[in-house]
Structure formats: structure tokens, C-alpha cells
């Protein structure tokens, strides 16, 4: 047999033994990331819709007041393909999980927390962030850059992120009161992802506006 036929059966077989393998870690994946995100949010309802094989998911919660519903997506590096997953390495660098909470009532105003080297790299500018307060906060060694337009969401912001053992899987917090919608995009790592969503949870009470109370200004 020439060593070029055995060659091509040979990265056949890797190749295959690739794609079974890389479609089973990422549905484990999917599995937890779903698993420690419901158990948080407790969802009254919930719907997935596959975005294509074992790549990701939209994912679809009805929640329960002050929040009103969650709708968030992960993506999954394509470890069934092991001739695309070293690009995709260098390209996307690791899973990626994005969530948007929304809630019921009027929040107190802008704020943003983002891990500063994600910061440096953002491919959509924030609106309006040269008319914020910018300040550099430090949380387990890890850099983050807050964002405020309204000073009433400083403190929460601050204390928030006070909370995290474990900073590192948050890349960018923030809440948005004009369309009373919170979003957080994290990368996803068994074991935090939940932790740091609960502490998110437990927060987001302090960002909404109580009856009788102004949001204020700087």
C-alpha cells in the first residue's frame, strides 16, 4: 500500500475519532452551562433552539418578578472538527456565553463593569462611553474597568463585583435602563459559570428602582 493511501486512511481515522469525541465534550458542555444556568434563574419556562449541531444554543426564560425573562446563547468551540478547532483557538479563543435579563420595572441607570484586556479588544464600542465616569477597579488581582452614567449604579456595580471569588469568567456586565434589560457575557467554565450568575442574581435587585426612589445623577 503507498504511504500516501495509509496517510489519508490514517487522518480519516483521527479525523473521526475527532468528531465523536469533540460532539460529546461539547454536548456535556451544553449540558452543565443549561444545568447551572436554570438552577439559578429558576425559570418558570424555558426553550432551546439548537444553532447548529453541537455548536450552541438559544435558549429562551420565563422568569418571575422584578425580572420578567432571560434570553441568552452560547457558542462552543467546534472541537468535533480537529482541523478547524486550532483556527477557531486562535479566533475565538474559548467558549463564549451571553445573557440578557429583563426586567419588569425602570432600572436606576447605565453601568458596565468589563474586564480591562477584553475592554482593550472590543469589536463594538459602548455608546456614549467618553461622556462616562470611568474608573479602574481591582477584584482577586483581576483589572476591570467601570463604566457609569447615572451615580447611582456605581455602588451596586462596586459591591457587585466585591462578591466575585471567581472575576476571571466575566468579561462584561452591564445594565441598560431604556430598555430595562441587563447583559452579561461570560465564558463559561464548569462549576463558576453558576456561581457567578448567582451572585449577578442576587445583585440585580440593588439596580432597580424601588417605588418613591429617584435613579439621580452625577
Known amino acids: 500500500m503507498p504511504d500516501y493511501i495509509l496517510l489519508i486512511i490514517v487522518l480519516a481515522a483521527v479525523s473521526t475519532a ?6 460529546k465534550k461539547n454536548r456535556w458542555i451544553a449540558g452543565w452551562i443549561s444545568r447551572e444556568t436554570e438552577d439559578v434563574l429558576k425559570p418558570d419556562h424555558t426553550s432551546y433552539t439548537n444553532i ?3 455548536i450552541g444554543y438559544n435558549f429562551t426564560f420565563a ?3 422584578p425580572l420578567k425573562e432571560a434570553k441568552g446563547t452560547f457558542t462552543l468551540l467546534p472541537r468535533q ?7 477557531s483557538l486562535i479566533i475565538t479563543r474559548h467558549d463564549r456565553y451571553y445573557l440578557h435579563i429583563y426586567a419588569a420595572k425602570k432600572l436606576m441607570g447605565e453601568g458596565h463593569l468589563i474586564r480591562k484586556d477584553y475592554f482593550r479588544r472590543m469589536r463594538t464600542s459602548i ?3 467618553e461622556a462616562m465616569e470611568k474608573e479602574t477597579l481591582v477584584q482577586k488581582g483581576r ?3 467601570l463604566l457609569t452614567k447615572e451615580v447611582s449604579v456605581k455602588g451596586p456595580l462596586k459591591k457587585l463585583l466585591s462578591t466575585l471569588d471567581q472575576p476571571d469568567h466575566l468579561m462584561h456586565f452591564c445594565c ?5 434589560v441587563f447583559f452579561v457575557y461570560m465564558k463559561p467554565v464548569k462549576g463558576q459559570t453558576g456561581a457567578v450568575l448567582k451572585h449577578i442574581s442576587q445583585a440585580l435587585p440593588s439596580f432597580i428602582i424601588a417605588k418613591g426612589v429617584s435613579n439621580g445623577t452625577k
Open 63 to 65: 422568569l418571575t418578578p
Open 81 to 87: 472538527s480537529i482541523l478547524y478547532l486550532p483556527v
Open 127 to 129: 455608546a456614549g462611553a
Open 176 to 180: 441598560y435602563p431604556d430598555t430595562k
Open 143 to 145: 483589572e476591570y474597568i
Open 18 to 23: 475527532g468528531y465523536f469525541r469533540g460532539r
Open 52 to 54: 447548529g449541531g453541537t
